[in-house]
């Protein structure tokens, strides 16, 4: 998977952990334990995304292995 592809993923996974955080939060006032859980795992998906995001690796197939 080439470097471009694994930063969209990331992105998108981001906004995905900022919308759950979002919708975990107006869920408190109905459900709070439910709300607390989806809290809890919009923030471990959007730090896990941000730190895939500055992580930087090389691409496998980009790397040639001398022989």
Do not use: T, W
Not at 12 to 32: D, K, N, R, T, W
């Amino acid at each position: 998977m080439n470097l471009n592809r694994r930063k969209s993923i990331s992105v998108g996974m981001l906004l995905v952990g900022y919308s759950a955080l979002i919708a975990g939060l107006f869920g408190l006032a109905v459900q709070p334990l439910i709300g607390v859980l989806v809290v809890l795992g919009g923030m471990a998906l959007s730090i896990c995304s941000a730190a895939e995001l500055v992580q930087e690796r090389p691409d496998p197939d980009s790397v040639s292995q001398g022989k």
